[in-house]
């Protein structure tokens, strides 16, 4: 039976992981649809599905919303799906803001804005908050508080803790502000009533708008007021640069879709004019542009989406399920006669993407093949290794398939910014640790690819929670064969290092803390540890060179000493240093370990410490999370060489207490 164990335990997990694929029905209203439909933000065109999920992770750190907590340990929480609450953000914008979904952990900020404490009989949990519990002085108060942090400390390395969170719940409140004047301005009541009534209003009052322009008469006031009264409710939807949701009439590329109130006001002002009465910079109107404008004013019927985006706002306010149902699949068909298949079809796979979290699944096979190769560690049972083993390689799978479908939705390299390297990095890790356990079949190998996919994992999510991970970054726009091979092959060497660092705290761990190190584990640990140095040492070199070519083509030179190219050669320089002290005899077993858990620190500064300089064109930004998390795990590895550095004699898997062999040279650094 225990033999069977593994495929067993296995297999379960498998059909976990399937049934994630499995077309989920909705109870009533179409969210799963609604989920698929397209929309552009950020510059990228991607599925409304996708803009609720980074949207609503960026305001809560989570996918979901959490209406009401549970209350007891046998009560079930209220939990809507991102899609349910930005589409209720957007036409029901009074309910949305009763609801708990700004997460504020700050004490000082918390204090200032005299939001209440946790209560569970109320249902505060101390950390979510409403919209309205803010009030409209709490929302002034961040306002001001974040203009005065901009102005003041405009250096992000001088901002403390509540600095942070002020700007990080202001930038929060705006991106809610944004999408909730999105489909219309947020105190409308019936939005397809009031379309109609403008409509009414265009043709009287753009013919008054000409005859003032042109000057040719007296002109209509009460028709011009009338039309610019709608005109100045739809700047609301304009002004704070909201999602785009209108296509184009006839198909095309993400650049030419519209926000709402460009498609409602452009027909009846035309493209100038509406620029020059937003007071968008650099609109200034030359007299044949104004001269068109004025004449093409009020000649274009507006767009059917509009019509469609109202259809289902109102159905929705209404709770009218069938007819929201019926608009969604109307706008559908209209979408599919765009020509806009390519644009449907990549939403669609986005969705399903979103749906099916590769890396979150992942992670959790990962942490659970961790524990059962703890498990073979204890009591060395073969089946607990074969376990965690067919765990790992299922995990590998899911990892490999998810960076696919990432590569395939942006059609770029597998590494494009802070997030896509920590999920490569991960990738790597665990492949490396997998080659070892073919090798070594004593689950140190499992334990490399199981602690390190999982942290790198974890990296990944703390980096998600900054929106969008698929935005591309300034430094890697311009995609070409060089770059691709770069990211992937300088990544790989990352990875290697790391791997090389992790087998390094292992044989430290294991020697100073527990009786199970032995002098043969420890030799298998030192030619593990020197023959993945050797194969890092090789891909940091290649991808740093590879780096060197993509840079002269993209930017005209090779070599610019940017602290990112400056910390891949460091990673190069100290692998090289790490083997010539080891060929020249100047460390040996010891000392190669402690030499190769300082790579990880020269490692993780390469790559995370040059984005936050805010200098180069590598630097993606400080970051106060990441600069504080990266200085802890500095902390630690120099604790992990202070006691790597003590005698050996004094290890407890070599003190002569121990009983176990001693290791040849122990003194030896």
């Given amino acids: 039976m225990k033999q069977r164990l593994p ?9 976990w992981i399937l049934g994630a694929l499995m077309p989920r029905r909705d109870r009533e209203y179409a969210f799963s649809a609604v989920g698929r439909l397209p929309v552009v933000f950020n510059g990228r065109l991607q599925p409304f599905d996708s803009l609720a999920r980074n949207s609503l992770t960026r305001i809560r750190e989570k996918e979901t919303a959490n209406l009401e907590p549970a209350k007891s340990w046998y009560e079930r929480p209220k939990i809507i799906s991102a899609t349910e609450w930005l589409m209720t953000l957007m036409t029901r914008p009074e309910v949305a803001d009763g609801w708990k979904v700004f997460r504020v952990d700050h004490p000082e900020l918390k204090a200032l804005l005299k939001l209440p404490e946790p209560n569970p009989v109320a249902g505060e949990d101390g950390k979510h908050y409403s919209w309205n519990q803010f009030g409209e002085t709490g929302l002034k108060q961040i306002e001001e508080s974040a203009r005065n942090i901009q102005e003041n400390k405009k250096d992000s390395s001088l901002r403390n803790a509540f600095d942070n969170a002020t700007l990080g719940l202001y930038e929060a409140m705006t991106l809610y502000l944004r999408l909730k004047n999105t489909v219309h301005p947020q105190d409308t009541v019936r939005f397809a009533a009031e379309i109609a009534d403008y409509q009414k209003t265009i043709p009287a009052g753009v013919k008054a708008f000409q005859q003032r322009m042109t000057g040719s ?34 198909g095309g590329d993400s650049f030419a879709w519209q926000r709402m109130g460009e498609a409602l006001l452009e027909p009846s002002f035309g493209a100038p004019l509406l620029k020059h009465l937003m007071r968008v910079p650099k609109a200034e109107l030359s007299p044949e542009a104004a001269a068109e404008g004025i004449r093409t004013a009020g000649t274009r019927p507006l767009s059917p989406a509009v019509g469609h985006w109202a259809a289902m706002a109102d159905a929705f306010r209404e709770g009218q399920v069938a007819g ?19 644009a449907l079809t990549k939403t669609a796979r986005e969705q399903l993407y979103n749906g099916f979290a590769p890396f979150s699944k992942a992670a959790s096979l990962y942490l659970v093949a961790f524990l059962f190769g703890c498990g073979f560690w204890f009591n060395f049972a073969e089946w607990s290794r074969k376990t965690s083993l067919r765990l790992v390689q299922l995990a590998f799978v899911v990892h490999t398939l998810g960076l696919i479908a990432r590569m395939w939705l ?42 390190i996919g999982f942290s790198t994992q974890i990296v990944a999510h703390n980096l998600a929670l900054g929106g969008d991970t698929m935005v591309m970054l300034q430094a890697v726009l311009d995609t070409n064969f060089w770059l691709a091979t770069h990211v992937v092959i300088v990544t790989l060497g ?37 023959g993945i140095l050797c194969f890092a040492t090789l891909f940091s070199f290649v991808g740093t060179v590879l780096g060197g070519i993509w840079a002269d083509q993209s930017w005209g030179r090779f070599w610019g000493w940017d602290p990112k190219e400056n910390g891949a050669l460091i990673i190069v320089l100290w692998n ?12 040996r077993e010891r000392g190669i370990m402690n030499l190769a858990i300082f790579g990880n620190i020269v490692t993780s500064w390469s790559w995370f410490g040059t984005n936050l300089l805010g200098v180069g064109l590598h630097s993606y930004g400080f970051m106060s999370g990441a600069f504080t998390a990266l200085m802890v795990f500095v902390a630690s590895q120099c604790v992990l060489i202070g006691l790597g550095l003590i005698p050996q004699a004094k290890w407890r898997s070599f003190s002569k207490a121990s009983g176990a062999a001693k290791a040849p040279a122990a003194s030896a650094a």
């Fill in 494 to 530: 990352y990875s290697s290092t790391y791997v090389a660092g992790f087998l390094a705290i292992l044989y430290v761990v294991l020697g100073f803390f527990t009786k199970v190190m032995t002098a043969d584990m420890g030799k298998s640990l030192s030619r593990m540890v020197y």
């Fill in 217 to 250: 008469g007296d002109f209509d006031t009460n028709a011009l007021t009338e039309v610019f009264g709608h005109a100045e409710r739809y700047f609301v939807t304009l002004r704070g640069e909201p999602p785009l949701l209108i296509p184009p009439a006839a």
């Fill in 7 to 15: 495929l067993i335990i296995t297999a379960l997990f498998a059909l």
């Fill in 324 to 342: 929201f149902n019926a608009a969604v699949a109307q706008y559908q068909t209209y979408l599919e006669s765009l020509r806009l298949g390519k």
């Fill in 410 to 451: 942006e059609g770029r390299p597998p590494v494009t910014n802070l997030y896509s390297s920590a999920i490569f990095i991960g990738w790597g890790a665990v492949g490396l640790g997998l080659i070892l356990e073919s090798f070594w079949k004593n689950a140190i190998g499992l334990a490399v690819a199981t602690v």
């Fill in 576 to 587: 090289a240093l790490i083997l010539h002290a080891r060929w020249g005899g100047m460390v």
